[in-house]
């Protein structure tokens, strides 16, 4: 038969070419790994190394990374009432008490100006489409009945605004935000609610105060996508070539990645060995 018959689609040919150039590589690698070693510490790119900074001094460095808050001090004193467990709990949750949260939240995080004319019970309404005739504004069973879909979730681009219920069978308000992308508008939001006199529970608000004051490392990853917020003494990851472009002139990009290769902490490049049979 002939042997093309067998090889429809070219895999065998294909996998000859790939084995004799990859072969002989794999071979010279084997004969003095010590070698490839030295090669792979020497010219692997930074970009594609994994790493950490401390956050102070890559602030220093790069300082467009910092985060620019409006009112930091009310912020900050914001997560330290959620640290300490100092926030309002509620006998019952009810929509009108939900949406007087939710208003605050969504205008603060959407830029919308307030109005004084429309109350939080229409505000809602409005922006999330949901008719309430139906409902006993007032009333613990109605508001189950309503958050049924949602359970009170604001659902603000990927931030989570929840009316949360306890062990004790008592409510709170909570938020939780599980990526770095949207830290800063998450925050603002926060220190509004605090400002109106609606404090709430702030999940990570430990690890938010360590981003804030610049206790923690960020991280160097080959590739972030989504950008989550860390739980560990790294509180989010960059990427060395793309996050740089934050940076417009060119010189003083150069200047910064340079400077931060130098201040970083690597992690060693794995290393080969050779395996004796």
């Given amino acids: 038969m002939d042997e093309s018959a067998n090889d429809f689609f070219g895999y065998t040919k294909a996998y000859q070419k790939f084995a004799d150039k990859v072969l002989p590589i794999i071979d010279s690698i084997y004969a003095n790994p010590e070698a490839y070693n030295a090669y792979i510490n020497r010219y692997v790119p930074y970009a594609l190394r994994e790493g950490k900074i401390h956050r102070s001094i890559l602030n220093q460095i790069v300082p467009e990374f910092k985060l620019g808050l409006k009112n930091a001090a009310k912020t900050i004193e914001a997560l330290q009432r959620s640290v300490a467990e100092d926030y309002p709990t509620f006998d019952k949750m009810t929509i009108r008490t939900f949406c007087q949260y939710f208003r605050a939240a969504d205008e603060q995080f959407h830029h919308i100006t307030h109005d004084s004319g429309q109350t939080d019970v229409e505000y809602y309404q409005k922006h999330k489409w949901h ?18 879909d949602h359970y009170g979730e604001l659902g603000l681009s990927r931030c989570n605004v929840h009316a949360y219920k306890r062990d ?39 690890k938010l105060l360590e981003i804030i004051e610049e206790r923690d490392y960020v ?50 490049l794995e290393q080969v060995h050779r395996v004796n049979s």
């Fill in 219 to 268: 991280g160097f990853a080959i590739s972030t996508f989504h950008q989550r917020l860390g739980n560990g003494e790294i509180g989010n990851d960059i990427e060395l070539d793309d996050d740089l472009l934050i940076i417009e002139d060119s010189k003083r990009r150069r200047a910064a990645q340079r400077a931060i290769i130098q201040a970083a902490e690597w992690s060693p």
């Fill in 131 to 148: 008719n309430l005739d139906e409902f006993d504004l007032d009333s613990k069973a109605d508001f189950k009945k309503f958050a049924v």
């Fill in 168 to 206: 004790d069978n008592k409510w709170e308000i909570s938020i939780g935000l599980g990526y770095y992308h949207n830290l800063v508008r998450v925050l603002e939001m926060i220190t509004a609610c605090y400002e109106m006199g609606l404090p709430m529970k702030i999940w990570n608000a430990d």
